[in-house]
Structures are given as C-alpha cells and as structure tokens.
T-cell receptor, first 111, second 112 residues
C-alpha cells in the first residue's frame, strides 16, 4: 500500500510564527497535491507539484517536492488565523484519477 | 456559477435502515467520486464513476452502492446502515482523470 504519512498530526501556533508540515511516502509518485479543508467544508486544492525539486509559492505558502519525488513539504510564513484548517496531501492512484490522501495536519493559528 | 452540492447536510438514522445521500454537480464533469472522512483515517474512496452507467469500487466499498443514470448525479446508498458507517461523506467531481477534483460540502451521517 502506497501510504502518505503526514506530520505533525496537530500544530498549534501563535499568529506571526512560521511553520512547516510534511508529507512522506516510501514510494515514488508522479505528482502530489496539497489541499486545505476548513471546518464544515470539503477540501480545496491549493497546488499540484509534479517535478522533483519543484518549488511553488502561493502568497505566504511555499510548497516543495522532494528531489526523489517521495516527499513534500508545505511552509507557511507569518501564519494568520485564516490559515487555520486541515492540510491534506494526496496523490493520484496510477492513471485512474482516484486520490489517495494522507491523514492530514490540523493547524490552529491563535491571534 | 457551476457547483457541486450534497444533501442532506446532516442525517441521523437507525441501524438497518436504507439511506441515500445525494450528490449533484453542474460542471458537466465526467468523473464523480464518493469519499468518507473519519478521525484517524483521513479521506478514503468508496465508489467512483467515469461516466453514465459506469461505476467502480474504491477501497472501502462494502455496504455501499452507487448508480450513475445521468452526468449530474451520483447518489450513494447504504443498503443497511451500520454504526461503523457513521462518518462525514464527501462527493467530488472532475473533468478528466488527472484534472482537479472539486469537493462538495459534505454530509454528516450518524447511525444509531
């Protein structure tokens, strides 16, 4: 089973702090997606990374795909309360279009 | 605007009853998916469809069924609800196999 392991499971920080969350696998994958899910809502895609070593930025969020395409990280600079939510990584199951999700990192940013 | 909706948003039922959760999308997407989300397990795929009359089993399909009679809808049926099926259920759709999946707001189901 090609699991995605996310760490940490929970993270509680103060507004203005920086943080990094991780998504790791023992298998190589062709691409990786990051989602954010707010309470009472469905996940929303933030970014897809495809190339080993790739770095993508979305405002204060920086996403990196490992060189070996087995891991990825999400770094948030100067976190804000609006960043609070569950961050999920996911990969496609072959060419079928189905997603395999990690269990997520639950982030709480306190004002 | 195109969207994906789920109904009901909350449902309480009893063990053994048949329950159907609705999913409707107005994007004209070919692909539709059902996931369940549980603490400690994340999101897991129940069933999916690549088009009208096409249905496929996901990793946790036991006790669930789907049918796809048109492009817009993929209802999820629990034939005989069990307490282990208490969960939050999400429907999603995408245009193609590797395109972005758009998720509905979820249905919280409690089986007593």
């Amino acid at each position: 089973t090609q699991l995605l392991e996310q760490s940490p499971q929970f993270l509680s920080i103060q507004e203005g702090e920086n943080l990094t969350v991780y998504c790791n696998s023992s298998s190589v994958f062709s691409s990786l997606q990051w989602y954010r899910q707010e309470p009472g809502e469905g996940p929303v895609l933030l970014v897809t990374v495809v190339t080993g070593g790739e770095v993508k930025k979305l405002k204060r969020l920086t996403f990196q795909f490992g060189d070996a395409r087995k891991d990825s990280s999400l770094h948030i600079t100067a976190a804000q309360p609006g960043d609070t939510g569950l961050y999920l990584c996911a990969r496609l199951r072959g060419s079928q279009g189905n997603l395999i999700f990690g269990k997520g990192t639950k982030l709480s940013v306190k004002p | 605007d195109a969207e994906i909706t789920q109904s009901p948003r909350h449902k309480i039922t009893e063990t053994g009853r048949q329950v159907t959760l609705a999913c409707h999308q107005t994007w004209n997407h070919n692909n539709m998916f059902w996931y369940r989300q549980d603490l400690g397990h994340g999101l897991r795929l129940i069933h999916y469809s690549y088009g009208v009359q096409d249905t496929n089993k996901g990793e946790v399909s036991d006790g669930y069924s789907v049918s796809r009679s048109n492009t817009e809808d993929l209802p999820l049926t629990l034939e005989s609800a069990a307490s282990s099926q208490t969960s939050v259920y999400f429907c999603a759709s995408s245009r193609g196999h590797t395109d972005t999946q758009y998720f509905g707001p979820g249905t919280r189901l409690t089986v007593l």
